[in-house]
């Protein structure tokens, strides 16, 4: 139904910049709220941000909100992730999920998702 995949990783240093852009499949795609994970080795996955079906809604984790910005373009079946001041434990493979839903609340579990891209490597250097 679905198809996700990310792009836009690499190597980068810290304090610079990466956009990390998601393409989604389906014409429901308007209908899916979307999410932004991340993994780093030895940890488990961890909710990033967030964006509801109306993009009318973010959400983001405490160590994203001041740095990371969510958007989504329904028409172009696109999410982004912008990412400015990167940390070295920013460093982490981050995924893309959707939903199926057009409920306005966070959701923040990766179990809560139906969908999800293959990741992207982002590394952070000092």
């Known amino acids: 139904q679905v198809q996700l995949v990310e792009s836009g990783g690499g190597l980068v240093q810290a304090g610079g910049s990466l956009r990390l852009s998601c393409a989604a499949s389906?014409?429901?795609?308007?209908?899916?709220?979307m999410g932004w994970f991340r993994q780093a080795p030895g940890k488990e996955r961890a909710f990033v941000a967030a964006?509801?079906?109306?993009?009318?809604?973010?959400y983001y984790a405490d160590s994203a909100k001041s740095r990371f910005t969510i958007s989504r373009d329904n028409a172009k079946n696109t999410v982004a992730l912008q990412m400015n001041s990167l940390k070295p434990e920013d460093t982490a493979v981050y995924y893309c999920a959707a939903k199926r839903t057009t409920i306005i609340v966070p959701f923040i579990t990766p179990r809560e998702y139906d969908y999800w891209g293959q990741g992207t490597q982002v590394t952070v250097s000092s």
């Open positions: 964006i509801t079906w109306n993009a009318g809604n973010t």
């Open positions: 389906g014409r429901i795609f308007s209908s899916y709220a």
